[in-house]
């Protein structure tokens, strides 16, 4: 029902910052949770932030806390700050259709619609 698409990913030196972004197509992606994940390779996907349909709730993972945060308005975004190297990985994000729900999720099989990814590379 939706399609996310995410961009601005790119390269960045250690410290440094990157903004994602995550446009869908379908006009009710408000309706929709929605979450990042990154992927490294060799590793599994990983959770990074959830947001809420409505944007009231947010969850972290440890590893993004205190330098990550997820917003959206009709766009949802990943600002993230004080990037590392072990940052660097495929971002996607992932949309739940969840029209009652206040709730985050933090697996990806909770969620039934994925973008394709941008990388992201931090160098030290």
């Known amino acids: 029902q939706v399609q996310p698409v995410e961009s601005g990913g790119g390269l960045v030196q250690a410290g440094g910052s990157l903004r994602l972004s995550c446009a869908a197509s379908g006009r009710l992606f408000s309706s929709y949770a929605v979450g990042w994940f990154r992927q490294a390779p060799g590793k599994e996907r990983e959770f990074v932030a959830g947001i809420s349909q409505s944007g009231g709730n947010t969850n972290y993972a440890d590893s993004a806390k205190g330098r990550f945060t997820i917003s959206r308005d009709i766009t949802v975004y990943l600002q993230m700050n004080s990037l590392k190297p072990e940052d660097t990985a495929v971002y996607y994000c992932?949309?739940?259709?969840?029209?009652?729900?206040?709730?985050?999720?933090?697996?990806?099989?909770?969620?039934?619609?994925w973008g394709q990814g941008t990388q992201v590379t931090v160098s030290s």
């Open positions: 992932a949309a739940r259709f969840t029209p009652y729900s206040t709730n985050y999720y933090r697996e990806k099989n909770q969620y039934e619609y």
